[in-house]
């Protein structure tokens, strides 16, 4: 049976992917993906035949990807982070029922809320949101609506694509949105090129976070009503404190 | 200086560990979880020494590990999935500040709403909310708002702990919490036991999922309105298919 792996890198080096997609990659006779990603692991497989598309090329290089396993090859598509969360997973199966003797296994990775997470301390301890600010793909009306719901639930909420080249303030209105419920003072964080050289993050407040200027590399979070900065980490509490004194 | 890593091991066996967590594992003295976790690593690293508390003792069991640390040893102290999500990482960084000579290091890992997707298809490409059903540490009335704002916002939601012996309904209580927003068609699925001996999946509408029998070893998916069953997965579209053709 023909097979295509979907394959999600972690954040950044190969420092942060799983044993399994390791072993994924090492099946693969193709390794398809954007270049930048291609480059994290073209050392660790230096003899793969490579298929690389431009980026928002994503309907072409999947129609490929299927048909290099359809004629035979055993392919390995990548995304950074995981390819289930705003990765390639989807279009794939979406696109699978044409290719029913392509067998499809998707191969998760740590995504950026939990890579991001991670780096600025635990702002992800308890239930949370994650939220895409790119209209490119989804109606602004609906971000917007998820964002006040997301609000009103008082979840700790992870913002990916906080901007782009063509939408400078989607950050700042999200967070105008956020701030129709949410105080001024909850804990707020941001993470750059996450787990890459440079890496960079910041703890700060929501009304500080609406005046910030981020690139599309940088994954936001903003807290819950519970969260805390606790030195120089941001840490949304579970409960377990409380459950010791009640 | 002293060093406790809180490592995410991921959903199952050694294969869904990141290199990142095998490393952390490696340069530690002294590994710290549950007994279940340590089973999985235990082969792994046969010499490393050995502490385990029972399930619900959690603050003491950071507490040991925070001490130790302090001790000098370098402690791994383990959660299964990510230690960022409903893991340990929150806590140890809450008691943190009274041992101010160890350094705290997170390291991420797949959490079962990833792996958990991974296997049931791409129900988690775009938007979505992580819920957990515990009441053991957060107030019902507080679960029931999170969900309804959940369903309010469109989002795809994966629930954590949707049960146990003392909670045998809050599956069913949730599910009509939304479906009083989302349709009985709604696409769900739900994963028991991933990435471990007796993984098993079930894709179904949220009216049959109201009336599943499940177990806290379960995670659970409900879709949002546009998730859609494809074959035997369930997918959430990102719209790329909409993009082209509009």
């Known amino acids: 049976m023909s097979k295509l792996y979907v394959v999600g890198l972690g954040p950044g080096g190969a420092e942060y992917m799983t ?3 390791r072993a994924a990659l090492a099946r693969a006779d193709v390794l398809v993906g954007y270049t930048v990603y291609l480059d994290l692991v073209r050392d660790m497989f230096p003899d793969k035949e490579i298929f690389t598309t431009p980026m928002r ?5 999947c129609r490929r990807a299927l048909e290099m396993a359809s004629g035979g090859k055993t392919v390995a598509m990548l995304s950074s982070g995981d390819a289930g ?3 390639m997973a989807g279009l794939i199966l979406e696109m699978s029922g044409e290719f029913p003797e392509v067998e499809i296994e998707v191969v998760a990775g740590v995504t950026a809320a939990l890579s991001g997470a991670a780096a600025l301390g635990a702002p992800l301890m308890h239930d949370f949101c994650v939220i895409s600010l ?3 793909l989804t109606p602004w009306e609906t971000i917007k609506r998820r964002l006040r719901c997301a ?9 990916y694509n906080p901007c782009s080249k063509k939408r400078r303030d989607h950050l700042r209105r999200a967070c105008d949105i956020l701030l ?10 941001w993470v750059r ?9 910041k703890i700060l407040t929501l009304g500080e976070l609406r ?5 599309m590399f940088t994954t936001v979070f903003v807290g819950s009503s519970k969260t805390r900065r606790i030195g120089d980490r941001m840490v949304t509490p579970r409960g377990y404190e409380n459950k010791e004194q009640n």
């Open 193 to 201: 090129n996450i787990g890459r050289e440079g890496q960079e993050m």
């Open 151 to 159: 609000a009103e639930g008082d979840f700790a909420v992870c913002i």
């Open 211 to 215: 005046d910030e200027e981020l690139d």
């Open 134 to 136: 790119s209209d490119l």
């Open 57 to 61: 090329q994503e309907i072409e290089r």
């Open 19 to 21: 044993e399994e997609a």
């Open 85 to 87: 969360v705003y990765g």
């Open 180 to 189: 129709d419920v949410k105080s001024p003072d909850t804990v707020s964080g």
